[in-house]
């Protein structure tokens, strides 16, 4: 039950908050995958590398309902 009504109500918080936040994907030549990370990375001024270590750890405790947060953070998230 991965998407409960709890976790699309987190999730729709999520993208309101991130959209309005001013975090834009990065540039295609620093991406790994559709540049969230290092988005969120650049807009709090800490390591891609952490920010991705730490998506990696919610995506093993989410049971993968992060995946679909992702994907959806790729398409409203402006590049730089």
């Known amino acids: 039950y991965m ?3 709890g976790f699309i109500i987190a ?3 999520i993208l309101i908050v991130a959209s309005k ?4 994907r ?3 030549s620093q991406e790994v995958l559709g540049g969230v990370c290092g988005g969120i990375a650049n807009k709090l ?3 891609h590398n952490l920010v ?3 998506a990696v750890l919610i995506l093993l405790g989410s ?8 994907l959806l953070l790729c398409l409203v998230l402006p590049r730089e």
């Open 63 to 70: 049971a993968g309902g992060i995946v679909l947060l992702y």
């Open 21 to 24: 936040s001013g975090i834009k």
């Open 26 to 28: 990065v540039n295609s």
């Open 3 to 5: 998407f409960t009504g």
């Open 11 to 13: 999730a729709i918080i």
């Open 45 to 47: 001024e800490v390591s």
């Open 52 to 54: 991705r270590v730490i």
